[in-house]
Every structure is written in C-alpha cells, then in structure tokens.
C-alpha cells in the first residue's frame, strides 16, 4: 500500500463530481495517484451510461442503489454483533459473522460497478465464488497490492466459515491458530468495499449530473419487486419497511446520487430499530450504526 493521501473529503467529492462530501477511512490509507486513477477510471466507465440515461436506467441505478446500502447495512449489523459475540465469548458464530460481513460489502460494490451489467436476480443471487472473484479483480483499479492482500482473507473467511456450518471440528477455533481470520482485519476490508460502492455511486452521480441532470423517474418494472419482495421455497414475503421506503423513493428519486444521498435518517433508524431486544437487554444494534459508513 502506498502513503497515505492529501486529498480531502471535499478534493474527492470535486474530482468525482458528487454533490457528497464523504469522510472516507480507508481509501485515504492510498496513495493520491491510486485514488484519482480510481476516480477517473469509474468515471470513464460510468460516462456511457450517462450519455444513454433514461428513466428506466434511473430505476436500474436505484435499485442497484438501495439493495446495496441495505447489504451494507447488514453488514454493520452483523459486524456488531461479531463484536458483541467477541466481548461475551459467542466463539461459534464467529466464523459466520466476519465471512457475511465482508461477503455483503462485496457484493454492495459489485451492484454499483458501472462496468458490472444488471441482470436483475441473476446479479443478486451471484454464487459466492463468483462474489469473491469479481469483487478481488475489480480491487486492481485502486491497488493490485490491496486485491492480493484481501482475496485471500476472504477465500480463507469462506473456508472457515464453510468447516463450521458442515463439519464443525471438536477443536473449534483453536484449529485454526494464527490462522483465524481476524474480526478487526475483516471489519476494515468491509468498510473498504462499503467506501468503494460509495465511491462508485458518487463517480456515477457525477457523469449524469454532468452529461443528462434530468430530473428523471422510476417507471413500473417487475425488477422493482427485486427490493421488496423475498421468496422461499415455501413462502413468498414482501417486506413492509421496504415497500414503505420504495414508495417513498419511487416519488422521490430523480438521478443516481452517491450511497450516503439514499441513506436517510428513518430508513437507517428504522433498520436497526428492527434488530432491537423488547426489554431493551442483551446486544445494542445502534452499538455503532456508522462503523462501515457514516451514514448519519
């Protein structure tokens, strides 16, 4: 990794073209020649989808917005739960906790690469391996050294992750020994990829802003259904709190706009308000609701 950058919220949020300015934590950890390649290569990237934008893109890009700021959401969630888990010696869900942690966060930069084609449930339901290997490759664009630092802290997570959910050694973590994947390490690598899709969206914002400001719509597509709606394979569930904030989103959203534009206030209370215990005992889920991201 190289030197740590000079470039301030406001520089990134200039050279992205984002309305945003974001306190990031972790891509400042590289170099200013990294981030601005960064920046310009998600730009060129996004410019096509600019000059072609349209209100059904506009619905595309939200949904692609919104399912990635919940799966960081999730993500923060699970982080603090691990954390909890650690502090009360919840040893078993350890493995489990620090692989979805990270999994979520790539799969959140990988909904907002303007390179990445949406192909609706086939996106969402991208197999693990799959997750793990385009998010590590698409690292390179910031810092070949950082995508072969964590491709193989993630395929390791999945590994343990995996011993422990079908086999589950006697030994338990211990098994492991120096090897086991470090929550604090797999709390950064997360918050890395949330930036990153922060990032993505706020470079995109920056092409339609320049190229089609619009304001544009969200028409009636079946792959809005993709935010709300949750099958089984014995029930078919649509969500409240989602079809609530949908509703609000669908009157509301003109243009693509940077992760931390969608996050609003009642949406990210309202989340971790779920997760809340009745008698207000046991694990806190608002411990730290900005520890991938600041969202409020």
């Known amino acids: 990794m190289t030197t740590a950058t000079g470039l301030s919220a406001a520089d990134i949020a200039r050279l992205a073209g984002s309305d945003f300015e974001y306190r990031y934590r972790e891509v400042p950890k590289f170099g200013d020649a990294d981030i601005r390649q960064c920046i310009t290569r998600t730009r060129t990237l996004a410019a096509p989808i600019a000059t072609s934008f349209n209100d059904e893109r506009n619905a595309e890009w939200f949904i692609r917005s919104y399912l990635a700021l919940k799966l960081?959401?999730?993500?923060?969630?699970?982080?603090?739960?691990?954390?909890?888990?650690?502090?009360?010696?919840?040893?078993?869900?350890?493995?489990?906790?620090?692989?979805?942690?990270?999994?979520?966060?790539?799969?959140?930069?990988?909904?907002?690469?303007?390179?990445?084609?949406?192909?609706?449930?086939?996106?969402?339901?991208?197999?693990?391996?799959?997750?793990?290997?385009?998010?590590?490759?698409?690292?390179?664009?910031?810092?070949?050294?950082?995508?072969?630092?964590?491709?193989?802290?993630?395929?390791?997570?999945?590994?343990?992750?995996?011993?422990?959910?079908?086999?589950?050694?006697?030994?338990?973590?211990?098994?492991?020994?120096?090897?086991?994947?470090?929550?604090?390490?797999?709390?950064?690598?997360?918050?890395?990829?949330?930036?990153?899709?922060?990032?993505?969206?706020?470079?995109?914002?920056?092409?339609?802003?320049?190229?089609?400001?619009?304001p544009f719509s969200i028409p009636q597509a079946d792959d809005i259904w993709h935010t709300v709606r949750y099958l089984t394979a014995g029930e078919d569930f649509v969500d409240d709190d989602d079809y609530q904030r949908v509703g609000y989103f669908y009157r509301k959203y003109k243009r693509p706009v940077a992760l931390i534009g969608i996050a609003t206030e009642g949406l990210v209370e309202d989340f971790f308000g779920a997760w809340s215990s009745d008698n207000g005992e046991g694990f806190d889920p608002d411990r730290d609701t900005s520890l991938l991201l600041d969202l409020l």
């Open 72 to 214: 960081v959401l999730a993500s923060t969630l699970l982080a603090n739960t691990a954390l909890y888990a650690r502090d009360h010696n919840l040893q078993s869900v350890r493995p489990y906790l620090s692989y979805y942690l990270m999994l979520n966060c790539c799969r959140a930069f990988i909904f907002t690469l303007p390179c990445m084609p949406w192909q609706g449930l086939t996106t969402i339901e991208m197999t693990h391996s799959k997750i793990l290997n385009v998010a590590t490759d698409k690292l390179k664009r910031l810092s070949s050294d950082e995508e072969e630092r964590c491709g193989p802290i993630l395929r390791v997570a999945k590994q343990q992750r995996d011993l422990f959910s079908y086999r589950f050694p006697a030994t338990g973590l211990s098994l492991f020994g120096a090897n086991l994947v470090d929550l604090d390490v797999a709390i950064d690598i997360a918050r890395l990829f949330a930036e990153l899709a922060q990032l993505n969206l706020a470079c995109l914002e920056g092409e339609i802003r320049k190229q089609a400001p619009g």
